[in-house]
């Protein structure tokens, strides 16, 4: 049998090693999922926000048009024409909406942030240089 002998410096680096335990892979496995639901989150809030400038955009030029005229709004596929009134409610029930849903992405992503921070305290402390989790 073939043997090769070790040098000092694989001695030291094969002593350095740190053995993965299922909660370390658990949390690793966490981070990751993590950071994928986070990902998601920018991008519906980049959606959102978008849709909510679209929404001002529009409340804006309702504020030109004339009470008198019938505004064209559109609800699924389909045009309608309602009075201003109307269409000024509806805008801002989109708006209210739009916002609630911006709110409630901002905490989700808060909230996973915050879980991600936790569990990298965890990671680095037992496996230190030896983990990458920047993401």
């Given amino acids: 049998m073939n043997r090769r002998m070790l040098s000092k410096e694989d001695e030291k680096e094969a002593g350095d ?3 993965v335990r299922r909660e ?3 949390k690793i496995n ?3 999922r993590l950071h994928q639901r986070e990902l998601v989150l920018e991008d519906e809030l980049k959606v959102l926000a978008k849709e909510r400038d679209e929404l001002d955009d529009i409340t804006t030029e309702l504020e030109l048009a004339d009470e008198d005229e019938l505004v064209r709004y559109k609800i699924g596929d389909a045009f309608f024409h309602v009075s ?3 269409a000024q409610e509806m ?4 708006a209210a909406r739009v916002e609630r849903d911006l709110s409630d992405r901002e905490d989700k992503l808060e909230d996973i942030r915050t879980e991600m921070t ?5 990671l680095y402390s037992r496996f230190g ?5 920047e993401v």
């Fill in 17 to 19: 090693e740190i053995e």
């Fill in 24 to 26: 370390d892979q658990d």
């Fill in 30 to 32: 966490r981070f990751s």
């Fill in 84 to 86: 201003l009134p109307v």
């Fill in 91 to 94: 805008l801002g029930l989109s």
């Fill in 118 to 122: 936790a569990l990298k305290v965890e």
């Fill in 129 to 133: 240089k030896t983990i990458n989790l």
